[in-house]
């Protein structure tokens, strides 16, 4: 990680604005950066709040590929804000992966369920994603019976979704899996059943309440608890770039947040409040965060470039486990580091206006890079002082913004 204390700030409100774009979209440029430091720090945060949304429903067709490649679109699209970003994160922690959902109608019918709710309220949105006809297939509640119930949805709602590690215990797994069963996806069809002669009739404890628990009763319960709230606002505080939390903090934001109902935009809208001060590059760029960085820096065409995010270990509905993708500094192995290193000399510069004229503070300022380490400073001073053609040194002087350690990083 870049050690915030020695960097160099070249413009103290574009850093704060460009920091705010950063977290808050999939797409951040220097006409951005330049159209939102005209207002405040704090009107720039409303603004993203009010921003449209955009589409909401996804591509009708039957054909998988499409569906994701549409929302590729989206996320890279000119409109694309803070909804894209949220909707991208939902999908990161409710995850599913195209191969076990059950079809491309459900996967169409999810992304459009977290596309509707990705600013709304989590408890709302939960509702829906447990008895969603992708999920269901994906962890195994699709065909659950009460008589030998499968566990891994129940198990899975605990630990990614609401309380986290720890927080349950294998007989709360078991008692959820019973509840939960009778739930049935019909391909032909395309729908979600409840089949109640596969259901639980009797009463259950469930982390020691006994009562006739289903599905509702179980997700309100769950969401009832604090812990979910220090849970899920700890892992969104996490992705808009503040670091992990330490516990208390977790707590308290937690206790504010089951305070507002678990209402998704005021937690959204506090976090990048609080963040004004906060220190730059907080956490690594993810294969898709750099993936719309750098298309929104060189103006690639990223209808014909999916595949890249494939190398780049992040393609949407394709994650590495029910986990969902790595939250840490994984992204930063050398493997990864490859990729966007190859990227970063693969650029088409005629896509870009004006590149001939490119400088180090130009190429900085393409990058959004306002505050700047002396090692990403002295390595543009290398490509200044070399005997490489002009137009060279401007290419080379982008091509070192995108690879810098700033680059890689929220």
């Not at 770039?241 to 506090?270: A, F, R, T, Y």
């Not at 990048?272 to 060189?298: C, H, K, W």
């Not at 209808?303 to 994984?330: H, I």
Request: aromatic share 10%.
């Amino acid at each position: 990680m870049v050690q915030n204390d020695s960097l160099i700030e070249r413009d103290p409100g574009r850093r704060k604005i460009a920091k705010l774009l950063r977290r808050a979209t999939l797409q951040v440029n220097s006409y951005l950066i330049n159209e939102y430091s005209k207002i405040s720090y704090s009107d720039a945060v409303k603004k993203l709040m009010e921003a449209e949304e955009g589409t909401i429903s996804p591509l009708d067709t039957d054909d998988i590929g499409e569906v994701v490649g549409w929302w590729i679109q989206q996320m890279g699209g000119s409109t694309s804000g803070l909804h894209e970003k949220m909707t991208w994160f939902w999908h990161s922690l409710l995850t599913t992966h195209r191969n076990d959902a059950n079809g491309t109608f459900f996967v169409r019918k999810q992304l459009e369920l977290l596309r509707t709710h990705a600013l709304g309220n989590y408890r709302e949105l939960l509702h829906e994603f447990v008895k969603d006809g992708a999920l269901l297939a994906y962890l195994d509640g699709d065909g659950s019976q009460a008589s030998n119930p499968n566990e891994n949805l129940s198990r899975e709602l605990m630990e990614l979704f609401t309380l986290g590690v720890g927080n349950y215990s294998e007989d709360d797994v078991r008692s959820a899996a019973r509840a939960m069963a009778g739930w049935q996806v019909d391909r032909e069809e395309n729908e979600v059943n409840f089949n109640n002669r596969r259901a639980f009739k009797a009463p259950l404890i469930f982390r020691g309440v006994q009562d006739s628990w289903d599905t509702e009763k179980i997700v309100d319960h769950l969401c009832d608890d604090k812990q979910t709230a220090a849970y899920v606002s700890r892992q969104i505080w996490f992705y808009l770039g503040g670091g992990w939390l330490n516990e208390k903090d977790s707590k308290d934001l937690g206790d504010w947040w089951h305070g507002k109902d678990l209402e998704i935009k005021p937690l959204v809208e506090k976090a990048l409040l609080e963040m004004e001060n906060s220190p730059d590059y907080q956490r690594p760029r993810t294969g898709i965060d750099f993936y719309f960085a750098y298309a929104s820096v060189t103006n690639f065409d990223i209808t014909e470039s999916n595949y890249r995010l494939r190398q780049l270990d992040q393609m949407p509905y394709e994650p590495p486990n029910v986990a969902g993708w790595a939250k840490d500094d994984r992204w930063l192995l050398s493997g990864s580091m490859l990729v966007r290193g190859q990227l970063a000399f693969q650029i088409d510069f005629e896509n870009i206006n004006n590149w001939e004229s490119i400088d180090s503070d130009s190429a900085l300022n393409l990058c959004g890079i306002y505050a700047v380490s002396k090692q990403t400073l002295n390595a543009l001073k290398l490509v200044d002082n070399s005997d490489l053609t002009d137009e060279d040194k401007a290419k080379a002087r982008l091509m070192t913004a995108l690879a810098s350690p700033e680059f890689q990083l929220l």
